[in-house]
């Protein structure tokens, strides 16, 4: 994961943050066209790693609002 971050600037925490889960999540997928990237294991835990938390302690509203942010259907 640390080296598909690199590939789209997400190079330290702070252009993590600057990025977003959601944004880091869609420059992920335009840069890996030839692989699924999960959403609990990308997006989730990109914004899990933004919050200091667990992607799996997020609510089922809070997983809702990032797959939206990201740019999915609900």
Same mark, same amino acid.
């Given at each position: 994961?640390?080296?598909?971050?690199?590939?789209?600037?997400? /190079?330290?925490?702070? &252009?993590?943050? #600057? !990025?977003?889960?959601? #944004?880091?999540?869609?420059? @992920?997928?335009?840069?890996? /066209? &030839?692989?699924? @990237?999960?959403?609990?294991?990308? !997006?989730?835990? @990109?914004?899990?790693?933004?919050?200091?938390?667990?992607?799996?302690?997020?609510?089922?509203? &809070?997983? /809702?609002? !990032?797959? !939206?942010?990201?740019?999915?259907? &609900?």
């Amino acid at each position: 994961m640390a080296s598909k971050l690199y590939q789209i600037g997400g /190079t330290n925490e702070v &252009e993590l943050r #600057k !990025l977003g889960a959601a #944004k880091a999540y869609q420059l @992920l997928l335009e840069k890996n /066209t &030839e692989k699924q @990237l999960p959403v609990c294991y990308c !997006l989730y835990s @990109l914004e899990g790693a933004i919050q200091d938390r667990h992607w799996d302690a997020f609510s089922e509203n &809070e997983k /809702t609002e !990032l797959r !939206l942010s990201a740019g999915f259907a &609900e």
